[in-house]
Structure formats: structure tokens, C-alpha cells
């Protein structure tokens, strides 16, 4: 093994600056997947979810139905469009998820009293009775997520992850990869 190949195989538990500057001129296209932001934001993502579906599974909350009833938390009778923007999903896995949140009698839909086009959905007594109950977890699952870090650890890491959102939605809306609203890259 040549001493490039040595310095691609290296963690990044024991690169220094310096060496991170030879690994990238060495790589060769190469990005070992401990030094790959993309994949650790990826892993620590579906720890996440994993751990979240966890604790609010029992609940007959599925994480397709968890970000809809954040969002209706905090502001109820949304309409469908709205909540498919601010969750950042497409029409179709918005309305399946209202459809598993009526069925389990989360959320009703009501015709908007003016535009009759317009459906809102609204949080019903057992829907709103589940935030009390599930934010905490919610709390829970992310104060386990950053044990261990300061507060300001905790605010940089946040303030970092924005950034990175910043940063792909500008990019994105330079290189013309989005398909119409840029606004729902960016949910900050």
C-alpha cells in the first residue's frame, strides 16, 4: 500500500489539519464515510428517528404523523397545502399522513369557511391531548442526543446544521435544482 492509500484508509479520530490537507490531496475522489458530513448528518439522523418512533410509537404515533402534529401544535387548522410546505413534503405524503391522523382520530378536516377549495385540518381533543404527552419524549430523545455537550456546544451544533440547510438551498436555487420553491429547502 502506497502512502496515499495509507493516508485515505486513516479515521478521522487521528487526522490532524495537516493531515486532512494530505487526505484531500491524495483522496483521489475517495471520501471515507467517517470524514463524510453528509453520511455522519445521515447516521445521526435515523439514530434519531429510530429512537423517536421508539418513544411516541406506543402512542399510535408513526414519524410520518410526528413533524404533522408538530407543525399543528403549533399553529392548528393549517391547510393541507400549508403543512405539506412547512414540513417540507410533497401533497400526496401530506394528505396519506392526515388520512393515518384521522383514522386514529388526531386531526379532522374542515372545509374553509370561505373558500370552499380549501380544506384546514385541525387538531382534535385526543390530538392536541397527545402534545403534553409527546414533546416531552421529544425533549427527552434530543437531550440524550447531546449529553455530554455545553450549552453552547448545543447552540453551535444547531447553528451549524442551519448553516449547512443555508448553504444546499443557496446552491440549490444557483444551480437550478429545486422544482419551484426554494423556500420549502429551506425550513429555518
Not at 434519531?48 to 410509537?57: D, I
Not at 410520518?64 to 401544535?73: C, V
Request: net charge negative; glycine share 6%.
Amino acid at each position: 500500500m502506497d502512502e496515499s492509500e495509507t493516508s485515505v484508509s486513516r479515521t478521522a479520530d487521528n487526522l490532524d489539519a495537516p493531515a486532512r490537507a494530505e487526505w484531500r490531496e491524495n483522496a483521489q475522489g475517495v471520501l471515507p464515510m467517517e470524514l463524510s458530513i453528509g453520511n455522519q448528518v445521515r447516521l445521526a439522523h435515523r439514530a434519531l428517528q429510530r429512537y423517536l418512533q421508539a418513544k411516541v410509537g406506543p402512542y399510535g404515533v408513526t414519524l410520518g404523523m410526528w413533524y404533522f402534529l408538530r407543525a399543528l401544535w403549533e399553529e392548528d387548522g393549517l391547510t393541507q397545502a400549508e403543512l405539506s410546505r412547512r414540513i417540507g413534503t410533497m401533497e400526496p405524503t401530506t394528505v396519506s399522513a392526515i388520512q393515518a391522523m384521522e383514522r386514529n382520530g388526531f386531526v379532522e378536516r374542515v372545509r374553509h369557511e370561505t373558500d370552499r377549495r380549501k380544506v384546514n385540518i385541525h387538531l382534535t381533543e385526543k390530538g392536541r391531548r397527545l402534545q403534553a404527552r409527546l414533546l416531552p419524549l421529544a425533549v427527552d430523545v434530543i437531550g440524550t442526543a447531546v449529553e455530554g455537550f455545553s450549552q453552547e456546544e448545543t447552540e453551535l451544533l444547531a447553528r451549524l446544521l442551519r448553516q449547512i440547510q443555508a448553504n444546499i438551498a443557496a446552491r440549490t436555487r444557483e444551480d437550478s435544482l429545486y422544482d419551484g420553491d426554494a423556500e420549502s429547502l429551506l425550513d429555518i
